[in-house]
C-alpha cells in the first residue's frame, strides 16, 4: 500500500505541470482609465502544441494587484487577448504586441502606454499575451497565437463594435517581429483549424513596426529573439519578415532610431525596401537618436513623434477617422 501510495505521488507530480498551469485563475487585466475591459481565450481549449513543452509553474510579471503597468509578463500558459473599450469607440482596433525578446512581454511600458493613448483617439487596443518561446513552447507558439487573435477579433467584431475592415497590429522589438510575420504570413497556417472563427482572413488591415527585429539572418542574427526562435531549423528564413513580403502585405509603418544597439536601424531599412519594391503601402521613420525599447518614447525626445506621425499615416489610408 505504501508503495502504490508513492507511485501514485509520482504520477501526480509528473502530470501536475500540464494540466495544473491551465486551470489556473487568469491574472487580473491591467487597467486602463476611461476604457472597460474584455478578457478573450484565443483558445477553446489547450492550446495547439499542449501539453508538451511550457511553463511548469503560473504566469509571473507585474505587481500583486495585478495591475502590470510598470511591468513585464512571462510563463503565459493561457494566451488571450484583453480588449479595452473607449467610451466613444471608432470602430478601428489595434492588437498591440510588446517586446522581450520572445522571454517576457512588454505589457507596462509597450503595450499598456500605447493603448491608453490609442483609447484616448477612439480607437479600441487589445492587448496580447502571447506564448514565449523562451518559456519552453515551441518557435511557433507565438505566431500561432497572434493569428489566432486577428481571426477572433474578425469573428467578434459585431459584438465587440468593430469595423472588421479596420483592424490593425502595432508591435515593439520582437513584438514587432511577431506583428511582422502576421502581416505577411498571413496566408500561412500556423495550426490547423479549430472552429469557424478559423475561416476568416488573419490578415491585418494595416501595421505599424516599432523599432522591430525583422530580419534573423547574418549578420542580424545576434538578437536575443533570433536565439530563441533559433531553435526551429529553418527560423532565420521562416521568421525574417522582409523575406514575406509580398503585394498582399499589410500597409505598413515604421519607426526605428538610428542609433539602436540592439535591433539595428538596417532592419527596418531592409523591411521598407521589401516593401517598396513589392508595392506596398509604406512610411518609414529614422529618428537620429532614441536607442531601443523607448515604447511611447519620453517626452521631448525624438522618438516621442512617432504616436502622432503614426495616426497621420493611419488616418491617411482612412483606418482612423480624420477627428480621432
Known sequence: MNMLRGIGCVLLAWLLPASFVFAQALPAAPRLDGASAQTVLLWPGQPPGSPGPGPSGPEQGGDSDGDVLGGAVFNVTRPRMVVYRPVRANGTAVLLIGGGGYVRIGIGHESMTTAQWLARQGVTPVVLYY?????GWPPAAPFQDAQRAMRLLRARAAELGLDPHRLGVLGFSAGGNLAGITATRHAHAFYAPVDAADRLPSRPDFAGLIYPVISLQPPFDTT???RELGRQADAATAYSVD???GR?????FLAHAADDPIAAVDNSLRMFDALRRQGVA???HVFERGGHGWGMGRPGTPVAAWPGLFAAWARGHGFMAAGD
Open 131 to 135: 506564448r514565449l518561446p523562451g518559456d
Open 224 to 226: 536575443r529573439s533570433s
Open 243 to 245: 523575406l514575406h513580403v
Open 248 to 252: 498582399d502585405t499589410s500597409p505598413t
Open 282 to 284: 509604406a512610411e518609414l
